[in-house]
């Protein structure tokens, strides 16, 4: 049963799943799974070979339950298997390091039997894991549709290193990366993460939004006591949980009840045969469900522009190239629908106007409009809205070169009743002779970069027919850079196993990622530009600082934005720490 309703969100983090910690022995899965169920809890996290097995030659492997004890459809929905933990390929011990390799290659082919959509492998015994992870890239070649999960604690954890006789301390970030870095085929590989009761920096933790964690697995020691008994979380971990939830990752419930806030039975939970009706039936561990239940529908709906975006998620798009290719009417519908964008650009049209005009001259005086890349219309819509909010008289020329857009400009024209103010200019605005110069240049012909769409070329190109006093809507825009963590993006990219895609610049709704430093400025660009030498700057050379307590982390690439100056104090771009709310462009 899901944690809750919240609109718009579909995701998996909606579920919740408990850990059996003791082997369930005959038929005991089967009840485990019935009265987890009923308690509410999706799934289980549940072993699937008896621990104390090691390979001999012509033993059996003594599975948790027969693949008859349930239907296919349980094992692939309810069921997440739990590799055994004695598993240790990179033991100074020969035969352990053979043992667990057998031992590891059976246990995921009784998984794969059983169409399991998971499995939870135990996380590397010490620093240096590389035989443990080519036997695991060597599985991940023949798996289709089973993952693997990693499970790695939120901490810095203590290895042994044997080669020292003793102990020391590892950063577990550094564990996942090392293991990832030597699995080629890494695509259905994914991380576990076991929550314990003290957490990293918030630096520190941040590294792993940007991995494929499928998985919290919180610990009942990490919960803490409320005035009335019950479990209740840290505000850290609160805010750690939320958000988990919000990168579709489930939680799963791990432990013993620490909290006695009613009568519990832990013999269905452990599989005991000697369990009968007459025990209650609810769940050890359900108070810390109902508390997990109750931090996600605490949580916000959707808005509504994250609705719609959220097919888009971490998606892969090439960038539009408007100059060189006729857009689309799908696409022209979609940039119109993001009414936030229009609204800034009629405030400045609206300011402009103002200054151009003074009250004195409103009667008198016609202010020439160009609206450069006019598309379908609704910088023209804008405009002539901006005119009428201010009372000033307009006269617009509508330039496109796109001959589709213009046919529903001449239509959106005919329609609105504004043939004796809008002049169409079916042509490419470099190559236009205007017949008289222009007031306001209006255009928007940004890219999520800022240039990346050629804005600078198209507007140096059109404002010979600005008048020297003229305005430019945008005046001015400057492109950032930071550096991040996408592991999904990074993945992506690297199935086309070539380098030409990894010198692509992408077009990208960025969830999934670890923002490691603040955005730098790379170049600005200023509207219009009459000087002879031209002052804008196109090389930087940045340098990045990560926080001390973050760690160490992977970069995967840079996140690029804007922030532009559409005029005076009208904003307008996607740059994290400026962005324009609920604005959904780009």
Request: hydrophobic share 35%; net charge negative.
């Amino acid at each position: 049963m899901p944690l809750g309703q919240r609109a718009g969100d579909k995701s998996d983090s909606r579920y919740c799943g408990v850990e059996v910690l003791d082997f369930p022995a005959g038929d005991g899965l089967p009840a485990v799974l019935t009265h987890s169920l009923s308690s509410a809890f999706d799934f289980l996290l549940a072993p699937l070979v008896d621990p104390e097995y090691r390979p001999t030659p012509g033993a059996v492997l003594p599975v948790a339950a027969s693949d008859l004890v349930l239907s296919p459809s349980q094992w692939s929905s309810h069921i997440v298997g739990k590799i055994s933990e004695w598993i240790d390929l990179d033991s100074e011990d020969e035969q352990l390091r053979l043992d667990s390799e057998l031992t590891l290659k059976q246990e995921i082919a009784w998984a794969t039997h059983l169409s399991l959509q998971a499995c939870v492998i135990p996380p590397p015994k010490r620093s240096t894991c590389a035989n443990y992870a080519r036997v695991v890239n060597n599985i991940l070649q023949g798996l289709t549709n089973m993952q693997l999960w990693l499970r790695i604690p939120l901490e810095k954890s203590e290895s042994m290193d044997e080669d020292r006789g003793k102990s020391e301390t590892v950063d577990s970030w550094e564990w996942w990366n090392s293991f990832r870095l030597l699995c080629e085929h890494s695509s259905q590989l994914y991380v576990a993460l076991d929550i314990l009761s003290s957490l990293p920096s918030m630096n520190s933790l941040g590294r792993w939004f940007g991995e494929p964690v499928r998985a919290a697995i919180l610990q009942t020691d990490a919960f803490l006591t409320n005035a009335r008994g019950y479990p209740c979380l840290s505000k850290r971990h609160q805010t750690l949980l939320t958000g988990f939830f919000n990168h579709s990752v489930q939680v799963i419930i791990s432990g013993r009840s620490n909290h006695n806030v009613s009568q519990v039975s832990e013999g269905v939970l452990s599989g005991d045969e000697n369990h009968t009706e007459d025990t209650p039936t609810r769940h050890a561990l359900s108070p810390y469900l109902e508390y997990m239940a109750y931090l996600y529908q605490r949580m916000d709906p959707l808005p509504e522009q994250e609705r719609f975006e959220i097919n888009y998620r971490d998606f892969l798009q090439s960038p539009l190239q408007p100059l060189m290719d006729n857009l689309e009417a799908q696409t022209y519908e979609t940039f119109e629908k993001d009414t936030v964008k229009y609204t800034q650009y009629q405030r400045a049209i609206a300011k402009a106007l103002v200054d151009k005009v003074s009250e004195d001259e409103v009667s008198t005086t016609r202010t020439v409009l160009m609206v450069v890349g006019a598309g379908r219309g609704p910088l023209v819509r804008a405009s002539l809205q901006a005119a009428e909010e201010t009372g000033r008289k307009l006269k617009v020329y509508a330039v496109e070169k796109n001959p589709n857009a213009v046919i529903t400009l001449h239509s959106l024209i005919k329609l609105e009743g504004w043939e004796s103010m809008v002049t169409i200019i079916s042509s490419d605005m470099r190559c236009w002779d205007a017949p008289e110069k222009a007031d306001i240049l209006v255009s928007e012909l940004l890219g999520s970069f800022g240039d990346n769409e050629l804005s600078p070329e198209c507007l140096d190109g059109a404002q010979r027919f600005l008048k020297p006093d003229g305005i430019s809507i945008p005046s001015s825009y400057t492109s950032f850079v930071q550096p991040v963590t996408a592991s999904k993006l990074h993945n992506d990219i690297k199935a086309h196993k070539d380098i030409a895609h990894f010198e692509t610049a992408y077009v990208v709704k960025l969830h999934r990622v670890a923002r490691l430093a603040p955005p730098q400025e790379v170049f600005s660009f200023t509207h219009p530009n009459f000087s002879p030498k031209v002052s804008n700057q196109r090389y930087t050379k940045l340098q990045f600082e990560l926080p001390q307590d973050t760690g160490s982390c992977l970069v995967h690439g840079f996140a690029g934005y804007f922030d532009a100056v559409l005029y005076k104090d009208v904003h307008l771009g996607i740059e994290p720490n400026t962005c324009t709310p609920n604005m959904f462009s780009w």
